[in-house]
């Protein structure tokens, strides 16, 4: 497994930017698939973006397309989530996780398809 700490998240005003990060110690990260996931109050945690091992393979929920963009940088076992023209529905609780994908391009997108997670970044807009 992995250990994953996310950071970067705060408060933005509506249509700004946020670029979240999450940093990951272990053997063999490189070989992960990553997912950022989100949790807003009383709801349930929800996947957003992902990408693959090698970063050759990326996915999105329709209601950040064009807006967030998710990449990696395996020599720094780092991921990162960049947002722009944020709005208030984004609200949440961002989480990163990773899904030991043995090589795989595929983006599993359940809560369980993943092993390891961070604690979470708080990212909140203001309208």
């Known amino acids: 497994q992995v250990q994953l700490v996310e950071s970067g998240g705060g408060l933005v005003q509506a249509g700004g930017s946020l670029r979240l990060s999450c940093a990951a110690s272990?053997?063999?990260?490189?070989?992960?698939?990553v997912g950022w996931f989100r949790q807003a109050p009383g709801k349930e945690r929800q996947f957003v973006a992902g990408?693959?091992?090698?970063?050759?393979?990326?996915y999105y929920v329709d209601s950040v397309k064009g807006r967030f963009t998710v990449s990696r940088d395996n020599g720094k076992n780092t991921v990162y989530l960049q947002m722009h023209s944020l709005n208030p529905t984004d609200t949440a609780v961002y989480y990163c996780a990773a899904d030991n994908s043995y090589g795989s391009i595929l983006i599993r997108k359940s809560v369980y398809d993943y092993e390891s997670w961070g604690r979470g970044t708080q990212v909140t807009v203001s309208s």
């Open positions: 272990g053997r063999a990260f490189s070989s992960y698939t």
């Open positions: 990408i693959s091992w090698s970063g050759g393979h990326t």
